[in-house]
């Protein structure tokens, strides 16, 4: 609060000594209190975006009703949501990085008002026919409330007894019984809890709604775990998976909210051991895991061979038991194996000596294994398996569905491919996965996209994916027929590039380029290359931004033209290496917190600058960069409270420069003392 007052008080001595013709480095600020007039802050409209083209408006609002001692003063309106905020969150708003201060909004207060503690605008009289109306909407706001938050915090579970499944003899996974067990009230429940009850509340509830199995299952001895569903299944039935019992949690007293449940999760009631008379273990379940064998090409640095194969292996197979499988299977020994698992969207390096359970691998993961050195097992950043990660990020999952067997139901199997690939290039890599009893080749299939309950629009085999239609994990059809091969006419497009520094500077006029829209960016960086007369690798492409200034950098140089977003936008081609596929840029501000110039004694400033400055010169540097940062601080305040006072008392004006002159005298003491040090 002080640290704002004080700027509206530096702005109006400056106003006082423009008029007056007063030299402000001869004399320190005055305070202009005016005591009839005090004008307070309650609003406050702040702009979120990186200029003024475009970005986002909200406002801080005080509550006018508020006292002084009031928990919630101010508040954030910000579209259909308002939140309490601490005016420490208004000061924030000075310099921000991504919003500030747009429009400061004050209301004139009289000063009895201000040190007392009552509401500052007072309650205004209602007639009683609005009063009657505000009632009528606050308590249907309150119903509404109440509902709303029964819906948020309502969960539902489905409750299973042991009863209701058997153990797969091939995965070990819980099985539904094919019998009425599916629909029997008995072995299944679905009920509806309030997420903020204990785990204790729960099982009791539980135990109440199984209350008529005392002779099947004892009740009070039995456990209670979470079981999940499982891709695979076997006929209709779905596969289920013990993933943790809730007395492995600490406390009996946890929310269920904290045990991340979702609505339609399944529970199971048993003794921890005994499925329908059947004996359970972790040891009895198997998972089919894919194994990818990673090796560097000798011919090509680029490139990753790959030797896939599946791997069936017990959950409770520890990471050490692993790497001997492994190194049985790729002769890679363990000590020089590095495991990562890849996931859709992350790879991690597997360490440790856990279990698969543990380390979260279930049935249908994904585990890349390649040889390093010891010392470079933790280190994965320059792995093959990160190059092919970063590969497997731009590609999307395909599911194809294999009309052309003829079974039913139909054969599903899934593919990589670039969003680009065109579907002759995707019937290479689908051809290997379909039976070769068929005598099927690319002129006797074809690919159609999926409709629901009919058949969709054929694919043309010169197309990309993506100029389909197709997206990330969509269903295609692939079936026996004649395919549709029209090609697209070849037509010239024209990019604009110009020359430039890494800092931005321009090296050239800009220039314009004809190139074939059927060729990749690379072709179109060589021909700038020819132009400027640099060797290619060691300049690279960027966008630019709606000044012309570069941006972000293009690091899929394999994209073709037609596919790409740079058309018709400048570039900008610059020196340096190109960034590997898939870097993003990542632009940092770096702001400082205002400095409180009113409340640092001249006499501490002093004795600072003269034990940090070396010389006579390094100190006038200095103070003169203080009285800058005392002009800045004019535009970089926003103040609660303004007091004004019209002080013209000409003594007050002799005093000041006595203490200026005084103050002059000690700063040429202590640079006759630099000197002499010197």
Known sequence: KDYLENSVRHKLAHRRNVELGVDEKSIQIAEFICED????????????????????????????????????????????????????????????????????????????????????????????????EIEKINNKLEVERIEWSIRVNTLELIIYTSFHFLISPDTGYLCEINSDYNTNESTRKRISIDKRITIEELRNLIYQ???????????????????????????????????????????????????????????????????????WSRDSIKITIKIQHLIKSEIKETEIKLNEFPLIISEVCSLVDLRKILEEKTLIPGSNQLICHMELKSLRPLRGDGTLFDLDISHGATLTVEQREPDAISIISDSLAQKRFQDYLHKWQLFIADECTGKFPVPTFTIMADKYTTFLQLKKDVLMLLPKNLDLNEDNIRFRKYALGGQGPICNDSNSLADAGIENMQRIVVEKGEPLRKMSLKTNIKVNIIHGSENGERLSDRIELEVDRDLPISVLKSMASEIFNVMPNEYRLRKTDMWEHPSDFITDEDTLLKNSDIINILLWFEKGKTPVKGTVQMRIHVFTAPINIFSINLSNQLNALEENSNNNESLKVQIENNEQLVE????????????????????????????????????????NNNNNRN
């Not at 609002?61 to 905020?85: A, C, E, G, M, Q």
């Not at 019992?245 to 045990?259: G, V």
């Not at 006595?658 to 700063?667: D, Q």
């Open 209 to 279: 709604q199984f209350d008529g199995l005392e002779n099947q299952i004892k009740i009070q001895n039995s456990k209670i775990c979470i079981i999940e569903p499982r891709a695979a299944r076997t006929g209709s039935n779905t596969n289920y998976r013990v993933t943790k019992d809730l007395e492995e949690f600490n406390s009996t007293s946890m929310l269920i909210s904290n045990l991340n449940l979702k609505n339609g999760d399944t529970l199971m009631v048993w003794d921890g051991k005994i499925i329908n008379d059947q004996s």
């Open 632 to 671: 800045k601080t004019e535009n970089s305040n926003i103040i609660t409270n303004i007091n004004q006072q019209s002080l013209t008392n000409s003594n007050n004006n002799n005093e000041l420069n006595n203490n200026n002159n005084n103050n002059n005298n000690n700063l040429n003491n202590r640079t």
């Open 37 to 132: 007039q005090m004008y307070q802050l309650f609003a406050v409209v702040i702009h979120r975006g990186k200029n003024a083209g475009f970005g986002h408006y909200h406002a801080y609002i005080r509550n006018l009703l508020s006292t002084n001692d009031s928990k919630d003063i101010w508040f954030d309106f910000d579209d259909s949501r308002v939140t309490p905020i601490s005016e420490q969150d208004i000061q924030k708003q000075f310099g921000g990085a991504n919003e500030c201060a747009y429009m400061l909004i004050y209301r004139r207060v009289p000063n009895d008002l201000l040190n007392q503690n009552i509401p500052l605008l007072p309650l205004p009289p209602i007639p009683n026919l609005l009063k009657d």
